[in-house]
Each structure stands twice: as C-alpha cells, then as structure tokens.
T-cell receptor, first 115, second 114 residues
Framework: DQQVKQNSPSLSVQEGRISILNCDYTNSMFDYFLWYKKYPAEGPTFLISISSIKDKNEDGRFTVFLNKSAKHLSLHIVPSQPGDSAVYFCAASGSYGGATNKLIFGTGTLLAVQP | ETGVTQTPRHLVMGMTNKKSLKCEQH?????MYWYKQSAKKPLELMFVYSLEERVENNSVPSRFSPECPNSSHLFLHLHTLQPEDSALYLC?????????????FGPGTRLTVT
C-alpha cells in the first residue's frame, strides 16, 4: 500500500503562472517531507523540505505547504518557467533514530511549463 | 554535478551474465543507498548502508548483492537477473545523525536485461 501518493501524473501550466503540485500521505508518523525534481537521464535533485513543526517553507520561487491534519502537502512554483519542466517527486521520512534517512517516495508528477 | 557519480550509465546484460554497478560520493556523507526505479512506480529502496554497515535490506532477491568497502563507495553486484529487473538503478548518499533527511542522488544506471 502506497504511503505517499501523488494523484496527478501530469500537470501543464503557462509560463509565468503558478504551478501547484500535490502530495498526500497516510502514515501519521512521518515528520519530514521533501520535494525532488528529476530531469530525463538525471538523478532526482533535492529541491525543498519541510519539518512537521512548520506549515510553510519558502525558498525563492518554491514554497512548500504542509497540512498535517489533512496529511497533505503541496509545492507552489511562482512564477513557473520552462526550465521547471520535469518530474517532481514528493518524499516523506520519520524519526527512525537517525541510523538511516529512509525516504518513502511518491510516483511523481510530470510538470510541463508552456512558453 | 551533485557529488554522486555512477558507472556505467547504461548497461545491457543477458540473464546469465555477471556485472557490477558502481557508485561514488564526494560529499563526505556517512550513509549510502541503492534504489530501483521502474516505470510508473515509486522509487523503491533496496539497500541502506550507514557507517559502512548494511542496516536495511528490503526483501531484495539474492541475485542483487551490495557491497560497501568504505563510506565513499558502493557497489551493486548483479548475477542471473531476470527481464523484470530492467530499470533505472539510483545511488544516493546522505549524512545521518545530522538532523536532516536529504539524500543526494547520482544520475543512475539504466539497466536492460535481455
């Protein structure tokens, strides 16, 4: 059973507009969430993260929002640029005692930003 | 350049072959990971090495054999694979006991089993 779900396999947005990527999780023990971006023929690249003690984290054009009661997080990209076109993965982790930083990934959302 | 390199980038092998995937991290991290990415599926964690000891093995078939000779290098030895093992194999590293959970990935090896 998937503990991290990205229900939209793809999203198309016009350049300059806002992109909103969504992620839902089922395990209430998760307390750290990350977003990764992946271009074809490359590995995933860490983008932004948020701890469960916060509900928002911002880094330039990227903002992640966390709604713990709904077990939902979202990534906002404003303004969207053609170079943002990639697959975006949501990932979650719990406090596993520090021995590993085990991450559970979603299936990804392909974002296409149209010029 | 993420500081994690993987070789080879592409590999085609028959079911009776033996091959190895190599990963090297230049970030000074103390944990390394192997993931498998198949089409339309989430990244699947295969193995975790923390402080050079294997701390996780997610029910991976024995035809996959990891090796971590030191904190900078990780290998995945492959033998008698099946066509369904064709996938993108990703290596990652992180710094455990440091408060964050970020992992840094290599570019992956695209494996095709014929």
């Amino acid at each position: 059973d998937q503990q991290v779900k990205q229900n939209s396999p793809s999203l198309s947005v016009q350049e300059g507009r806002i992109s909103i990527l969504n992620c839902d999780y089922t395990n209430s023990m998760f307390d750290y969430f990350l977003w990764y971006k992946k271009y074809p023929a490359e590995g995933p690249t860490f983008l932004i993260s948020i701890s469960s003690i916060k509900d928002k984290n911002e880094d330039g054009r990227f903002t992640v929002f966390l709604n713990k009661s709904a077990k939902h997080l979202s990534l906002h990209i404003v303004p969207s640029q053609p170079g943002d076109s990639a697959v975006y993965f949501c990932a979650a982790s719990g406090s596993y005692g520090g021995a590993t930083n085990k991450l559970i990934f979603g299936t990804g959302t392909l974002l296409a930003v149209q010029p | 350049e993420t500081g994690v390199t993987q070789t080879p980038r592409h590999l085609v092998m028959g079911m009776t072959n033996k091959k190895s995937l190599k990963c090297e991290q230049h970030l000074g991290h103390n944990a390394m990971y192997w993931y498998k990415q198949s089409a339309k599926k989430p990244l699947e964690l295969m193995f975790v090495y923390s402080l050079e000891e294997r701390v996780e093995n997610n029910s991976v078939p024995s035809r996959f054999s990891p090796e971590c000779p030191n904190s900078s290098h990780l290998f995945l030895h492959l033998h008698t694979l099946q066509p369904e093992d064709s996938a993108l194999y990703l290596c990652a590293s992180s710094q455990v006991f440091a408060g964050g959970f970020e992992q840094y990935f290599g570019p992956g090896t695209r494996l095709t089993v014929t």
